[in-house]
């Protein structure tokens, strides 16, 4: 039996210890357990963090495949490259911006930021960017917007410390057990509530003290009432407002009435009163996809954050949480220079600019003057603007809003796929490039609380696989030579951590040698014995001080007002479509245990799904949820935690985006998954009678 190796889980963003064994011989996992040494989880985890590391079920990827006409076939590792290579050294010549890349925050923290200094640095293209942005963007530009600074304020430090828990848009029994069992656990304590705002009774609205159900779209709405209502009320935390932020006197001056904005937002004024009576207490306010995934996601989550200025909550046991879905979204948003350069460098600049250039050894003027259209944008622009697109880790085919439109662009581009497994996207590739996945590949990556940790492999890929960085590297080396001088991992790693130092991010006090001994460690970390705490906020001996990296050294207030959503219900779509995560599956499903029926479940409030049934005992009633972009046949399933008026589909299903419309948010670019217009429609399929 092969030894055990001390790793981190790639499933989701918390960030929990594991120890894998490889088997006895040959590759493979034999055993994965939660290690109890760890400083996330001591030993916790959840059953598909194991499961989907130990035995995913994906269609794995072995050899490179090349495009001859309809069909995939296998082909060596030079001819791959060689194919690869050509095309984009000829798009190259013609124009860098013709060329997009798309990485993933299934990567470690080596690759993505390897991929991002070859798009940025080797390519220097604008069409670049990561799947994160489908879901984390809006909060990474609200923090931004309030703080100057990207990732929470707070950490898991500060759950236990919390009186009120606020689970706002996010469903963390389901998306994220162990840490929601920190929730829980702390809630239940004598003088502490869970307190869970979503239109849907989720699985952790039915172990919360109070649940309320806005309106599909009416978060900006409640947001707005609850702070008005703080106001009105007078339970603002004044001295906190006048020493250490700016902008709420415009702020208030544009506060609607509380009992207009909660009829707006479909609640009642009670309801707004027990949110804001519950943000007297030291608050966590957490929230998730249900608020960022909107065209107003960006100014939403600054409203919640406004929650937290408003009433003080931005000192150890409290403040703006949101919670991060990818193993290693936060380290992506950290090193990968898709919105910002590493360590949050602003991308414009000049100063950092020059500082990012020197680094990498180029001139600044190959790197591109903005950081891209996001990656709705990028592949908007496949087959006119852009001539090739190389994705990493990612099924953009089944993960992007309105699918028909996808893959009618991928069918006019060069698409280059890496992946460890088959999707979706790969049966549109020119070329698919396999690559190794957990367990096999040595690295970093970040937690949603800013900790890094390592990643260990404890059995080796397929035969003539190799890694994500292995495979950048190589084409960095033929399409950008000179470019990597550092290509092992933890050279990357040490390359990576030195273009962090004095930024905001500082991780230049990490090294491989410090994780080994500590395990995690939170940035920043700007010495080799420094680890971040609580941001922004620290005691002194005059009492505690707040500082913001902000031109004026304070926090800002927003300045979202409720805007229209991107696609009401009409006439004749009726409904709103929403989305949302089921206990068994990982975001597109790819490597989930078990496997998808053709026909996604449709959960709808009983009184719906009784305007669409039919007695007839002989038929088996489906229905077809339609909208402007497409349809989709589903399974009906009347649930009463579903309110009227709205329709649930799975976010994992392959089919559920042939439904969604591409709008954006404005400030993040990140898409509107979850309100659009949609109608049912009943079907009825015969089953054959008894003989």
Request: charged share 25%; net charge negative.
């Amino acid at each position: 039996m092969s030894q055990p190796v001390s790793t981190t889980c790639m499933r989701c963003a918390v960030g929990c210890g594991f120890v894998q064994r490889g088997v006895a011989s040959g590759r493979g996992l034999d055993t994965v357990r939660g290690d109890v040494t760890h400083p996330v989880n001591g030993g916790a985890v959840c059953h598909r963090g194991t499961s989907e590391t130990q035995a995913p079920c994906g269609d794995r990827l072995t050899h490179p495949l090349v495009r001859d006409g309809d069909e995939l076939v296998p082909t060596s590792w030079d001819m791959a490259l060689d194919r690869v290579g050509n095309e984009f050294e000829r798009i190259l010549s013609i124009d860098s911006n013709r060329l997009a890349v798309l990485g993933s925050g299934q990567q470690t923290n080596e690759a993505a930021y390897a991929l991002g200094k070859l798009a940025r640095g080797g390519f220097g293209t604008r069409n670049y960017d990561a799947n994160t942005t489908l879901c984390m963007a809006s909060a990474v530009v609200a923090y931004r917007n309030a703080f100057g600074s990207d990732a929470p304020p707070c950490s898991y430090d500060d759950i236990p410390e919390a009186e009120t828990h606020l689970v706002w848009g996010a469903n963390p029994a389901v998306a994220h057990p162990v840490l929601f069992d920190w929730i829980h656990g702390s809630a239940t304590r004598p003088g502490s509530e869970l307190v869970v705002v979503d239109p849907v009774e989720t699985a952790t609205a039915e172990r919360a003290d109070t649940h309320v159900s806005p309106a599909p779209g009416g978060d900006l709405a409640l947001a707005r009432a609850v702070l008005a209502q703080v106001v009105d009320t007078d339970r603002i935390d004044a001295p906190f407002i006048e020493r250490a932020t700016t902008r709420f006197g415009k702020l208030v001056r544009d506060l609607p009435d509380p009992a207009t904005a909660a009829a707006e937002a479909g609640v009642t004024l009670d309801a707004v009163e027990t949110i804001a009576a519950a943000l007297t207490q030291r608050t966590l306010l957490y929230w998730g996809m249900g608020v960022n995934q909107s065209v107003q996601g960006t100014e939403t989550a600054g409203a919640l954050i406004d929650l937290c200025l408003a009433t003080g909550n931005l000192r150890p046991g409290s403040g703006p949480f949101s919670l991060a879905g990818q193993a290693n979204s936060l380290g992506a948003r950290t090193f990968s220079s898709k919105g910002t350069w590493p360590g949050h460098r602003d991308f414009t600049d000049p100063d950092e600019r020059n500082a990012v250039a020197d680094h990498w050894g180029i001139p600044v003027e190959r790197l591109p003057d903005t950081t891209g259209p996001g990656p709705v944008g990028i592949v908007e622009a496949a087959g006119t603007d852009v001539d090739a697109l190389w994705t990493v880790a990612s099924n953009p085919v089944t993960a992007l809003p309105d699918k028909h439109a996808v893959r009618e662009r991928f069918e006019d581009v060069f698409l280059v796929v890496q992946d460890a497994f088959r999707n979706e996207t790969t049966e549109f590739a020119d070329v698919v490039l396999p690559a190794a996945t957990w367990g096999e590949v040595e690295g970093t990556t970040t937690n949603m609380d800013r900790r890094i940790s390592r990643v260990r492999a404890a059995t080796d890929p397929p035969s003539g696989v190799p890694t994500d960085l292995e495979i950048i590297t190589a084409l960095g080396e033929r399409l950008a030579p000179g470019l990597f001088e550092a290509t092992t991992p933890s050279a990357v790693f040490d390359e990576c951590v030195g273009l962090t130092a004095g930024t905001t991010a500082d991780c230049s006090g990490i090294s491989y040698d410090r994780l080994d001994r500590e395990r995690a460690v939170r940035w920043p970390a700007p010495d080799p014995d420094s680890a971040g705490g609580y941001r922004y906020c620290r005691e002194t001996e005059d009492g505690t001080e707040w500082r913001f990296p902000m031109p004026t050294g304070r926090a800002r207030f927003s300045w979202g007002v409720v805007g229209d959503p991107a696609e009401p219900p009409t006439e004749t779509y009726p409904l709103t479509l929403t989305t949302g995560r089921r206990p068994e599956r990982y975001n597109t499903g790819v490597r989930s245990p078990g496997s998808d029926s053709p026909t996604p479940v449709a959960r709808v409030n009983p009184e719906t799904a009784a305007t669409l049934g039919d007695d007839d005992p002989d038929l088996e009633a489906d229905v077809r949820v339609e909208s402007r972009r497409g349809s989709v046949l589903a399974a009906l399933d009347p649930d009463p935690a579903v309110p009227e008026g709205l329709v649930w589909l799975p976010v994992h299903h392959p089919a559920t985006n042939e439904l969604t419309i591409a709008a954006l948010d404005p400030e993040s670019a990140e898409p509107n998954y979850k309100q659009c217009a949609v109608r049912l429609a009943p079907v009825e399929r015969w089953k054959p009678k008894p003989a």
